[in-house]
């Protein structure tokens, strides 16, 4: 069966070929806290509140606003007429505002403990930074020890498309599996704030990506249906 996602065991398995304890730490916090990469590479061993189990992610968003050119008023990107002035849009003003978001988790006793490791240990780079490596050298440490660890491809279940394990497949995988353990609304509620989703809607996805069991119930239904017992 194609897989959308690895099971616990299987991360086990990828955090136990890393050969460092950085990049060991690298697989656990991706997906124990199922951060995105631009939360994650630039965490500071400052960041980390030891005595209350904490970790706050920073995430910096640039968003583009588009205004008309007569009176600044917001536009759409297709829109060629200003619905507040009337005037024909010939060539919109952009402008970049940037937003600093900041999410504070919770981290299990265990991957604290690795963490109070690494940095006793010296671990962290000069300016603090627990992973002083850029989104490409990342990926390429996730899918090395995905090939380490004999992981096989994952299937996007979107476009039915295979693709290797990297960092944003663990945070699909700690998705799925909190959909799995709970799907009510109050849980898929906390799994929104915690992945730092907009919409609901995004969050949803993963009932759908858990949703094989709902498949196997169907299959195990459609002899009865049949009549065959």
Known sequence: MD????????ITRL??????????????????LAPRKSELLPLNKADIDFDNSVIELKLLKKRIRIECPTCASQLSRKARFCPACGNKVEEVVSKANEQQRLRRLPVDPETLAMLKEFVDRGGPAKDGRLFPIGPRHAWLIVSELAKRAGLPELVNPETGK???????????SFATRAVQHDDSMDSLRMLQEHLGHDDINTTMKYRKVAGKEHKEWYTDLSDSLRGKN
């Open 3 to 10: 897989k959308t996602y690895l099971e616990p065991e299987e």
């Open 15 to 32: 955090e136990e070929a890393a050969t460092n304890l950085r990049d060991r730490l690298l697989i656990r916090l991706l997906y124990r």
């Open 162 to 172: 295979q693709r290797g394990v990297s960092p944003h497949r663990l945070r699909d």
